[in-house]
């Protein structure tokens, strides 16, 4: 029973679980207004347009028996469109470019969270406690306006928590 801490370390060196999502949203509207004459001298047409590049990952490792680690991560992108229709090579090249860089990032967030739990319950004289130690932190990213004299620029912000749990079992 003295030996039963040292007979049950391990290690896991692969990860339990590695997510990765992404979700790639455009849309167009061209409006073109007619004059009296039902013509469109002299109107510029009108787009609206978003194309979007968001993902997330999340990856969760089972260290050890009782270390586990979890990571989760997410990113909100804009792929930039020149203005006007796409209708030339140069254009399509440049929404192809900002595509592959995956886009502009104006929102991430990430959480850590790491979880112990001390063993007790492997020696003999202790078995009667229990405790756990937990580790999170965030932290977020947003991106400021782009062009404007008046934005305050990015903001970054991040959290940190560390708890420590205990129990113990008198009637042990």
Partial sequence: KWLQLIKDINFNPIPSSITVNGDVNRSFLKTQLRNSD???DGIDPYYE???TFDRRYAVNWDLAERLTL????SVNAIVDEPEGDI?????KDSVWT????FGRIK????????????PFDKIPLTNWVSSELNYNTTF???AGA???RDTLGNMANNTREIRVSGKIDLVK
Avoid: C, E, M, P
Avoid at 98 to 101: P, R, T, V
């Fill in 107 to 118: 929102n991430y967030t990430h959480r850590i969270s790491a979880g112990y739990t001390v």
């Fill in 49 to 51: 347009k978003s194309f």
């Fill in 140 to 142: 977020n990213w947003k």
């Fill in 70 to 73: 979890d990571y989760n991560a």
């Fill in 98 to 101: 900002n595509f592959k860089k």
């Fill in 146 to 148: 782009i062009g404007q």
């Fill in 38 to 40: 039902l013509g469109i």
């Fill in 87 to 91: 209708n030339t090579d140069v254009k």
